[in-house]
Every structure is written in structure tokens, then in C-alpha cells.
């Protein structure tokens, strides 16, 4: 199944298993290699063969639709592609050389994160259970306090796209309401489904019945 970071976009799963469209999608920035002059791409969805784009360069921005074909996306003189998600490679065919740009995703704002806020679950195959607490997200970075087997850490953890990753743990969801929290002891692994509690502000309509 597609992962995608917008309801608007409609990646066909054939095209993610091969090229994996979605790690287009989102913003890129960085400098062209020759003379180190800012640009940026942002790829704000893909429906099939075509891709809605935005291209930063010389102080202003170009808006439109360019062409995905496979792994790339074609934008009027500019070809763009991304082998892991995290880094963009620009060729511009403009004018009289050649020009190209490395480019790096950029995070998306905290409160987008579908990961804020405290996730719990129980899993019956292991009889295991766990929480997550995502305190808060910067960029990268998230600060988390992680409960497993009755031991509670605390620290900052590394955020990749739907995933943080802590220490022997991790968590990661597709739709910001379930997720699962996957944790090593050892040479084991042991995966709990978890699902994000209400937040607290909203827990006083929830009161009345306890």
C-alpha cells in the first residue's frame, strides 16, 4: 500500500513497490552546485503521471504541473529524483550549460506530526505492553519517555518521516490514530499495536461516565 503525506495525492501501489513516488512528495531545499545560489522544489502531490510542483530559484517560485515518469519528475527544463527519501538530486537543462542542485527534505512543521501526543496498547501474541509519549517535535529530532517491560526512559529520539526511533525502541503510524511500537530486549524483537489516548483537554466530556 502507498504511503502518502497528502489525501490529495493518488499514487497507484504498483508505482511505490517499484519507485517509490512518496519519498518525492514534501519540501526540498539546497544550492546549485556551480555557484551555491539557493533553490527549492516542493512536490505538493502526485496523481499518477502527473506531479503538482513548486520550483524555487533567483528569488521566485514557478508553480505547476510537471511529469512523473517513474522514479523522477520532469518541471519544464528540470529533472528531479530522490533515491532515499532525504536527498534530491536538480538537473537543470536552462540555457547554455547544464546545471545541478543537491537538495535535502525538509521536516515537516511539528504540528504536523501524526506522532505527537501518548500512545499504549497490549499485545496478545506476546503479551507485552507498551507506551510512547511524544512530548514534542523538532525537525528531526522528537523528545520522547518510552515505557517497556515496567522501565521508563526518557531522552530525544530520531524522527523519519512516520517512525521515531529511541534507543532499542521505535514507534510508527500511517494515519496519527494507530501505530505500532516495535522494542528489542536482547536478540528479540517484540511488536505492540498501539493507539494514540484523546488528548487531555478533551477527557472532561469522557469523565461523566466514570
Known amino acids: 500500500m502507498a504511503i502518502v503525506t497528502q489525501s490529495t495525492s493518488q499514487i497507484s501501489p504498483a ?12 519540501e526540498w531545499e539546497g544550492n546549485w552546485a556551480g555557484n551555491n545560489q539557493p533553490v527549492g522544489f516542493k512536490v505538493v502531490n ?10 524555487t530559484h533567483n528569488g521566485h517560485t514557478e508553480r505547476g504541473f510537471g511529469q512523473v515518469s517513474g522514479a523522477l519528475i520532469t518541471f ?14 536538480l538537473l537543470s537543462s536552462a540555457g547554455a550549460g547544464k546545471q545541478t542542485a543537491n537538495l535535502e527534505k525538509q521536516a515537516p512543521p511539528a504540528s504536523d506530526s501524526r506522532l505527537m501526543g501518548s500512545w499504549g496498547g497490549y499485545s496478545s ?12 517535535v523538532d525537525g528531526k529530532e522528537a523528545q520522547v519517555s518510552v515505557t517497556t517491560d515496567g522501565v521508563t526512559r526518557q531522552g530525544t529520539g530520531i524522527v523519519y518521516n512516520n517512525v521515531i526511533m529511541f534507543g532499542q525502541s521505535q514507534i510508527s503510524t500511517k494515519d496519527g490514530q494507530n501505530g505500532t511500537i516495535i522494542y528489542q530486549v536482547g536478540n528479540k524483537s517484540f ?13 472532561s466530556s469522557v469523565d461523566r461516565t466514570a
Open 15 to 26: 508505482s511505490e513497490r517499484v519507485y517509490h513516488q512518496s519519498r518525492l512528495l514534501g
Open 46 to 55: 502526485i496523481r499518477g503521471t502527473r506531479a503538482q510542483v513548486e520550483y
Open 76 to 89: 519544464g527544463t528540470i529533472t528531479v529524483g530522490t533515491k532515499d527519501g532525504k536527498n534530491l538530486v
Open 125 to 136: 501474541d506476546n503479551g507485552k505492553s507498551a507506551s510512547f509519549k511524544v512530548l514534542a
Open 191 to 203: 511488536s505492540v499495536p498501539v493507539t494514540k489516548y484523546p488528548p487531555a483537554d478533551s477527557s
